[in-house]
């Protein structure tokens, strides 16, 4: 088959390898019918997850159809249409038995952690992709759900509404500002809106994604390379900052922007995927009871997001901003490498 092959830092391939084959019985093979990039990828490209081991096929999202299932698998079967989770629970585990499946003890990958399609075990940008914990992993595509609406659900909704929205601890009348609106930042603002908050605030550098953001559901946008942007927040506020600050880039910069908006006993929530230490200025963060939180999704509200979008509660289809062959994919790469320029949101590769 073919698939996308990390070979060192910033340097990838289409090529030919292996087709997957059953390694466990819970184990199934599934055919990709559509797949996307993430942020994260563009972060392993760049060398900032070095977990990623050179050979390794990337990609964490997508949906397709069970082609093969394993002797243990009894509720999935063979033509059944699945969204893939990008983060694996083997469901037994005391971790996943809380709900945490981002830290799923069992041994596929890598004990402890549950990411682990196109990090510690081949991932779904490749025609064909073995999926551990099968039926603990996967989610049935209902009738009305697209599969590109499904590939959205694999990993940014869940991840903004969990680590950014519930981590946030976002409430009514709250004000809230993302940080970064990239894919993960707009599922932040579009799952926001479940919580009533009284505004929600867009920042970033591209005047482009700060626009879009209004479609998402935020109230205000502010584009971060005005001198001013920082008074521009604080002015959207009762003059001490936001309640709850949400970072969805993943540099330093960015986590600092948040420290400098959030109000005293606010909320700081970290989505982004950091590369390098952050300064955390605690002689002065330690009088202002404020709680940071972090995380890997988990992926456990994948199922409630998916009847939002099943229910057009959650408009998927406004993350979708261009749409390749599984064959283009490295043009989808550049494509969205080159966001600004391209005004790409999430690119869509269909098989």
Same mark, same amino acid.
């Given at each position: 088959?073919?698939?996308?092959?990390?070979?060192?830092?910033?340097?990838?391939?289409?090529?030919?390898?292996?087709?997957? @084959?059953?390694?466990?019985?819970?184990?199934?093979?599934?055919?990709?019918?559509?797949?996307?990039?993430?942020?994260?990828?563009?972060?392993?490209?760049?060398?900032?997850?070095?977990?990623v081991?050179?050979?390794?096929?990337?990609?964490?999202?997508?949906?397709?159809?069970? @082609?093969?299932?394993?002797?243990?698998?009894?509720?999935?079967?063979?033509?059944?249409?699945?969204?893939?989770?990008?983060?694996?629970?083997?469901?037994?585990?005391?971790?996943?038995?809380?709900?945490?499946?981002?830290?799923?003890?069992?041994?596929?990958?890598?004990?402890?952690?549950?990411?682990?399609?196109?990090?510690?075990?081949?991932?779904?940008?490749?025609?064909?992709?073995?999926?551990?914990?099968?039926?603990?992993?996967?989610?049935?595509?209902?009738?009305?759900?697209?599969p590109?609406?499904?590939?959205?659900?694999?990993?940014?909704?869940?991840?903004?509404?969990?680590?950014?929205?519930?981590?946030?601890?976002?409430?009514?009348?709250?004000?809230?500002?993302?940080?970064?609106?990239g894919?993960?930042?707009?599922?932040?603002?579009?799952?926001?809106?479940?919580?009533?908050?009284?505004?929600?605030?867009?920042?970033?550098?591209?005047?482009?994604?700060?626009?879009?953001?209004?479609?998402?559901?935020?109230?205000?946008?502010?584009?971060?390379?005005?001198?001013?942007?920082?008074?521009?927040?604080?002015?959207?506020?009762?003059?001490?900052?936001?309640?709850?600050?949400?970072?969805?880039?993943?540099?330093?910069?960015?986590?600092?922007?948040?420290?400098?908006?959030?109000?005293?006993a606010?909320?700081?929530?970290?989505?982004?995927?950091?590369?390098?230490?952050?300064?955390l200025?605690?002689q002065?963060?330690?009088?202002?009871?404020?709680?940071?939180?972090?995380?890997?999704?988990? @992926?456990?509200?994948?199922?409630?997001?998916?009847?939002?979008?099943?229910?057009?509660?959650?408009?998927?289809?406004?993350?979708?901003?261009?749409?390749?062959?599984?064959?283009?994919?490295?043009?989808?790469?550049?494509?969205?490498?080159?966001?600004?320029e391209?005004?790409?949101?999430?690119?869509?590769?269909?098989?």
């Amino acid at each position: 088959m073919k698939a996308l092959v990390y070979q060192g830092p910033g340097l990838k391939e289409w090529k030919e390898v292996p087709e997957p @084959t059953i390694i466990t019985a819970t184990d199934v093979i599934v055919k990709i019918d559509t797949t996307t990039i993430c942020g994260t990828d563009l972060h392993i490209l760049k060398g900032d997850v070095p977990a990623v081991e050179v050979g390794r096929i990337l990609g964490h999202e997508g949906v397709g159809t069970i @082609t093969e299932v394993g002797s243990a698998v009894s509720s999935l079967k063979v033509g059944d249409q699945v969204i893939i989770s990008c983060v694996s629970a083997c469901g037994h585990c005391d971790f996943c038995k809380k709900g945490v499946y981002s830290h799923c003890l069992a041994d596929e990958g890598a004990s402890g952690i549950g990411w682990i399609f196109g990090h510690l075990i081949d991932g779904t940008q490749a025609e064909f992709v073995r999926v551990p914990f099968a039926e603990t992993s996967l989610y049935l595509l209902p009738p009305g759900v697209t599969p590109q609406q499904g590939t959205v659900l694999s990993d940014i909704l869940p991840t903004g509404h969990e680590i950014g929205i519930q981590y946030g601890h976002v409430k009514a009348g709250d004000v809230v500002a993302v940080v970064g609106v990239g894919p993960v930042g707009l599922a932040a603002i579009a799952t926001a809106g479940l919580y009533g908050p009284s505004r929600v605030i867009a920042i970033d550098l591209d005047a482009n994604r700060v626009e879009q953001a209004r479609k998402f559901g935020a109230t205000d946008t502010i584009v971060s390379s005005d001198a001013d942007w920082k008074e521009q927040v604080i002015a959207l506020t009762d003059g001490l900052g936001v309640d709850v600050a949400i970072e969805a880039v993943g540099i330093p910069q960015t986590f600092a922007m948040c420290l400098d908006i959030v109000r005293p006993a606010g909320h700081v929530a970290n989505m982004g995927v950091h590369g390098k230490s952050v300064d955390l200025p605690l002689q002065d963060l330690w009088i202002s009871n404020i709680n940071i939180s972090m995380g890997l999704v988990n @992926t456990n509200t994948l199922g409630i997001l998916l009847k939002l979008v099943a229910q057009k509660k959650i408009v998927a289809e406004n993350f979708i901003s261009h749409t390749f062959a599984l064959e283009d994919i490295l043009e989808a790469y550049d494509v969205f490498g080159r966001a600004a320029e391209t005004k790409a949101l999430k690119v869509i590769i269909n098989a």
